[in-house]
């Protein structure tokens, strides 16, 4: 499979994620069928930028970090996209993680 094939698919199971809601690289990476690849889905949402129906900011890591905050244009905009739909945020990690996160579908292929 092509990385540009791959994005698509990690793109199209972001699109999923529900307003208010968050999930994880490793979580999309195991709902596409390729579990090892939570960094793949990384370089994903990094390159997902110019997409506007991408909704990267939802994407966390697997304890409810931040981590992609620095692709993001100015510093705080991650956290301030995630406080303007609900989710509570400090010092870069999601309060009540467990809650907010969404887990996608297991793609049965």
């Known amino acids: 499979m092509s990385n540009e094939n791959f994005f698509e698919k990690v793109y199209a199971v972001a699109r999923e994620i529900p307003y208010g809601k968050v999930t994880s690289y490793g979580a999309i990476a195991k709902a596409l069928g390729t579990a090892r690849s939570a960094r793949m889905?990384?370089?994903?949402?990094?390159?997902?930028?110019?997409s506007e129906d991408v909704p990267a900011h939802r994407v966390v890591n697997r304890n409810?970090?931040?981590?992609?905050?620095?692709?993001?244009?100015?510093?705080?905009?991650m956290q301030q996209l995630l406080?303007?739909?609900?989710i509570n945020v400090v010092e870069n990690q999601i309060v009540d993680f467990e809650k907010h996160f969404w887990q996608?579908?297991?793609n049965e292929q």
């Open 83 to 86: 406080e303007s739909e609900g």
């Open 104 to 106: 996608p579908p297991i």
């Open 41 to 50: 889905v990384g370089w994903a949402m990094n390159a997902s930028h110019n």
């Open 64 to 77: 409810g970090l931040l981590t992609g905050k620095f692709h993001f244009d100015g510093t705080n905009l």
